[in-house]
């Protein structure tokens, strides 16, 4: 058990769903210019693609869904040469969408991002996402220098396996030299909940909108997002600047709960 006089050591950030809407506003839509630009007839809508997010892995959801579809290439290589096609062309679009400003920061990441850097609380990037999303993204949002505002970045070509396994926070935290429960993960989804808990890592659910009323297990907490400080379980306490936003001391409370577990 480590003494509750300790500090939260660095805060992880899962990307696509976390940081930003991307699966609804990016990829989504990506994923269908994708499909008209290689002449195939297929289109996904919401309910298919939230379906669909129940496969970690943008290049996994386009041979599951091939599994399943009459019109796919009928052997393995086929649909798997296949989906790379659609797969980089889709990271084409993405690209595209983030640099027209399709995509923004969820509301109160930015604040709290801010908050982190003014107190030297070091911050990490742990996604299983391709890193050309990752980097459109944040220096869409932060800047060309935005790699300064973090201590590491672990991306989806970093790793062997994608969320839910634990590798990409095992490998955020060994490269900042730290034990997992000296850190904290901020994710969306019951997968990225899953690889942060096995990795010994607590993590916050800031929900998104493919996981609002999905059961999510193993959350120090779990709420609709960083923006608001209703709705989150458990109850955060009154702060004495009336703040809106859920901010670094309400982390720091959460976290040090789970050093006392």
Not at 16 to 33: K, M, P, Q, S
Not at 112 to 136: D, K, W, Y
Request: proline share 4%; glycine share 8%; with cysteine.
């Amino acid at each position: 058990m480590v003494s509750s006089s300790a500090r939260l050591a660095a805060l992880f950030w899962d990307v696509d769903g976390t940081l930003a809407e991307t699966e609804r506003d990016g990829h989504l839509v990506a994923f269908n210019r994708a499909f008209a630009a290689c002449g195939l007839p297929w289109r996904w809508n919401d309910r298919d693609y939230g379906r669909l997010l129940r496969v970690s892995g943008g290049l996994e959801r386009l041979m599951h869904d091939m599994a399943n579809r009459a019109d796919a290439p009928a052997s393995l290589e086929e649909r798997a040469a296949l989906a790379r096609a659609i797969h980089a062309r889709k990271n084409e679009y993405y690209v595209e969408l983030v640099r027209s400003g399709a995509i923004p920061l969820r509301n109160g990441v930015m604040t709290l991002m801010q908050e982190c850097r003014e107190h030297a609380l070091p911050m990490g990037i742990a996604t299983t996402t391709s890193r050309v999303n990752v980097e459109a993204l944040l220096a869409m949002h932060l800047g060309a220098r935005w790699r300064a505002w973090f201590s590491v970045v672990v991306c989806g070509e970093d790793v062997q396996r994608k969320k839910p396994d634990p590798e990409v926070y095992a490998c955020a935290v060994a490269a900042l030299g730290l034990s997992p429960h000296q850190s904290l993960a901020i994710e969306d989804s019951p997968d990225g909940a899953a690889a942060a808990n096995a990795a010994g890592v607590p993590v916050v659910v800031a929900r998104s909108a493919y996981f609002a009323g999905t059961h999510i297990h193993g959350a120090l907490a779990i709420g609709p997002g960083l923006h608001a400080r209703k709705g989150w379980q458990p109850t955060l306490r009154a702060q004495n600047d009336s703040r809106e936003m859920v901010g670094l001391e309400d982390l720091e409370a959460w976290w040090q709960l789970a050093q006392r577990g």
